[in-house]
């Protein structure tokens, strides 16, 4: 397959992969563990992990990382477990933890772990259907092909989409926060607040999770600037995101102010260093 793209340089070590290279079979053995956040998805969970258990990547690992979800989703958790673990497989693992205690601490808890168990890629993915599940094995495609540290998803490259339900003040918001965070830090990435991203094991590593600041959506961003400050190269690959079709969003005013304040402050850090 012929690919586009736009080269990497010392001052923008990013590219965007226009059309991704098709996952070839032997690929798809890659150790690759999906690290999925829960806080009442008890609905959402098994339609994500029957998607993932069904794509052709026998390498591929779902680790659920649930916050005490009191709708009962890390029971649910424990039963897919013990539905796609069998022949001495573990394809399915649970993460419990005992509060709800943010989203960026469970992706951080969640990735640790997978490196640790063997993982070489990790990838970061909604269980709330918005990230669509096709386009993980070109995410690994990319990533393998291009050496790149990192992967991103993303919306707002050519090919790039945003939920067709979404109205335009939200599609301009969306836009909007994108093109400020981008602004203050400068990384040379298109969807800087990207949640649907794969990570080569090294770069997990290289970022350092226990040491990130935020919790919330903004962790998104946090990681993704640790990793260009620490050399990592990144690629980009057109998603449509999807509209959550169960369930309600988490977004909180709370969230929204640390997702604002949050690029000055790691600037601000960064030049102290």
Not at 80 to 96: D, I, K, M, P
Not at 134 to 148: C, D, F, H, I, N
Not at 192 to 217: I, Q
Not at 229 to 255: D, N, W, Y
């Amino acid at each position: 397959m012929t690919t586009t793209t736009t080269p990497a340089t010392a001052q923008s070590p990013t590219a965007v992969l226009r059309r991704p290279v098709a996952l070839p079979p032997e690929w798809g053995r890659t150790p690759l563990t999906v690290v999925m956040p829960t806080y009442n998805e008890a609905e959402n969970l098994p339609l994500m992990a029957e998607a993932l258990m069904g794509l052709d990547m026998p390498g591929l690992r779902l680790l659920v990382v649930d916050d005490n979800s009191p709708d009962g989703t890390g029971e649910v958790a424990e039963r897919l477990a013990e539905r796609y673990n069998t022949g001495g497989r573990t394809r399915v693992s649970v993460l419990h933890r005992t509060a709800k205690d943010g989203l960026g601490r469970a992706y951080a808890a969640g990735m640790d772990q997978a490196v640790a168990d063997g993982a070489a890629y990790v990838l970061q993915m909604d269980a709330d259907g918005s990230h669509p599940v096709e386009y993980v094995p070109q995410m690994l495609g990319a990533a393998l092909s291009t050496g790149a540290g990192f992967v991103i998803g993303s919306r707002y490259v050519s090919g790039g989409r945003l939920a067709e339900e979404w109205g335009w003040h939200r599609k301009l918001l969306s836009r909007w926060a994108n093109a400020y965070v981008s602004a203050v830090l400068r990384t040379g990435l298109r969807d800087v607040t990207a949640g649907f991203c794969m990570w080569r094991a090294d770069t997990v590593t290289a970022m350092r999770l226990p040491e990130v600041r935020s919790n919330g959506y903004s962790f998104q961003v946090e990681l993704k600037y640790q990793a260009v400050r620490a050399g990592c190269t990144g690629v980009e690959i057109p998603i449509h995101f999807e509209e959550r079709q169960i369930g309600a969003s988490k977004m909180t005013l709370a969230v929204q102010l640390e997702s604002a304040i949050l690029p000055w402050r790691l600037r601000m850090a960064g030049k102290r260093r």
